[in-house]
């Protein structure tokens, strides 16, 4: 393909045709616009559906206003973290530093919003003119006694999964200091699941259907005492390993907590996730409770996709996402209602996540790695897809040339996890390929 940059070729692969193996985990090359988000936004992400905590950006407004609210994660308790408290820096405090500004800043907002901890993130600026975040942290962790957390995630670090171990290295300063909870039987803890329109409370009432106890959740609908709790738990299931396979790693080092890896999307997914939980405990009753449980929500599920089915057989799909492991679990759903998945690709794959992808998808699938617009517009009107999957970056790409779009990041407000999910995707993917307002466009 002629606008595809000539040093991100091994980027991007075609099953069945392409010589090379797929190149992955590499910074983004200069000037190719790339999708990814900066470090900053990377942390910000992980660490903001903790409700109960102070969230204060130490950075220009920009920053602040970039992140605000952009998670559709619901809490059902406090919603202290849908506020965003920023320093503002201006030029004044880049000539004469930011500390002072932190300090008030701190010290003000936690003796109004009484928050359980607070997290303070590092910008790009503060990095650069070198302010002292983590002293600043520090004294004003003992003035007001709780656990102030600074997150260094200045944005031209890295990329965001260098954003995500940033999040990591700040739970990690809060995971394993309450030593006097004591765990229920068959304990867990979510990682990775964010609460995207409530879904983990339906996750929550499928494990306690079979018998699981769930500590915390890091991090939806979080909890600052939960996540000090969570060293008790007999295993950690990852959701998005993504962003939180640092800490399960963490974890299973320091206390010795062995972690899976699992999606909640789609029905063989989601029925996985529940056995694999069933068989690290060994109880036979609660795998049986998994098996009936998977089996009810089958026997109603599978009647109500038919109809979607009939309607989508045959159409075409396009998926880009964040993280490959969400985006094999997408092409598994989409087979189930008809569709075949024409090109794949995520922001933060590895090379496991893409042999899988390869042995999924059928020859001719088009298969990139931190992708652009212009390629990813070239890539869909080559295949001629019908239903583009991403978030609220590639949702224009898809308007703009006439195609169905289906939102499946952290932006919506619709549930898509478990069985009830799997309808939902069902519903809003039929809607937006049928929609009669694709008439009107030329494609």
Same mark, same amino acid.
């Given at each position: 393909?002629?606008?595809i940059i000539k040093e ?21 090359? @200069? ?79 936690? /003796?109004?919003?009484k928050p359980k901890a607070?997290? &303070?993130?590092?910008?790009?600026? &503060?990095?650069? $003119?070198?302010?002292?975040? /983590? ?39 809060? &995971? ?22 409530? /879904? ?14 769930? $500590? ?73 409770? @998994? ?6 929500? $089958? ?66 699938? $088009? ?62 993917v039929y809607a937006s ?11």
């Amino acid at each position: 393909m002629e606008r595809i940059i000539k040093e991100r070729s091994t980027q991007v692969h075609t099953i069945g045709t392409s010589a090379h193996d797929l190149d992955c985990e590499k910074k983004s090359l @200069a000037g190719s616009v790339s999708q990814r988000a900066c470090v900053f936004c990377g942390s910000r992400v992980v660490l903001y559906p903790i409700a109960d905590a102070l969230h204060l950006i130490h950075g220009p407004i920009g920053c602040a206003a970039y992140t605000w609210d952009i998670r559709g994660a619901l809490s059902s308790g406090p919603q202290l973290h849908r506020l965003s408290f920023s320093t503002d820096l201006r030029e004044r405090d880049v000539v004469f530093g930011g500390e002072p500004k932190l300090y008030t800043a701190l010290t003000e907002l936690i /003796e109004a919003y009484k928050p359980k901890a607070a997290f &303070v993130y590092s910008t790009c600026i &503060v990095g650069v $003119i070198g302010d002292d975040v /983590e002293a600043v942290c520090r004294k004003v962790a003992a003035e007001q006694k709780i656990d102030v957390l600074p997150v260094m995630a200045e944005g031209f670090k890295g990329t965001k999964k260098d954003g995500y171990k940033a999040a990591c290295d700040a739970l990690s300063k809060l &995971v394993g200091t309450d030593n006097n909870f004591q765990a229920p039987p068959f304990s867990i803890n979510i990682l990775g699941d964010f609460n995207l329109a409530g /879904e983990l409370w339906m996750l929550k009432e499928y494990y306690e259907k079979i018998g699981v106890n769930i $500590i915390t959740c890091l991090t939806g609908d979080g909890r600052i005492d939960e996540i000090r709790q969570a060293h008790k738990a007999s295993i950690n299931v990852v959701q998005c390993s993504g962003s939180m396979m640092h800490l399960a790693k963490e974890m299973e080092e320091k206390y010795d907590i062995p972690f899976i890896k699992v999606s909640y999307f789609g029905i063989e997914d989601m029925a996985d996730a529940l056995y694999e939980v069933a068989g690290f405990f060994k109880n036979e009753e609660m795998l049986q409770k @998994a098996k009936e449980l998977v089996s009810e929500e $089958i026997k109603t599920l599978l009647p109500a996709l038919e109809p979607f089915k009939e309607k989508l057989q045959g159409k075409k799909a396009a998926i880009y996402v964040g993280g490959a492991f969400k985006a094999i679990s997408l092409v598994k759903a989409l087979r189930l209602i008809g569709m075949k998945t024409v090109m794949v690709g995520s922001q933060t794959g590895n090379k496991d996540d893409y042999n899988l992808l390869q042995k999924l998808c059928d020859k001719e699938t $088009i298969i990139v790695d931190d992708s652009n617009p212009n390629e990813l517009s070239e890539f869909v009107k080559e295949k001629g897809v019908d239903l583009f999957i991403g978030g609220v970056k590639e949702r224009p790409i898809a308007y703009k040339l006439g195609i169905g779009f289906c939102d499946h990041n952290h932006e919506r407000k619709e549930a898509l996890a478990g069985f009830e999910g799997m309808l939902n995707f069902a519903n809003e993917v039929y809607a937006s390929v049928t929609s009669p307002v694709w008439k009107f466009f030329k494609r």
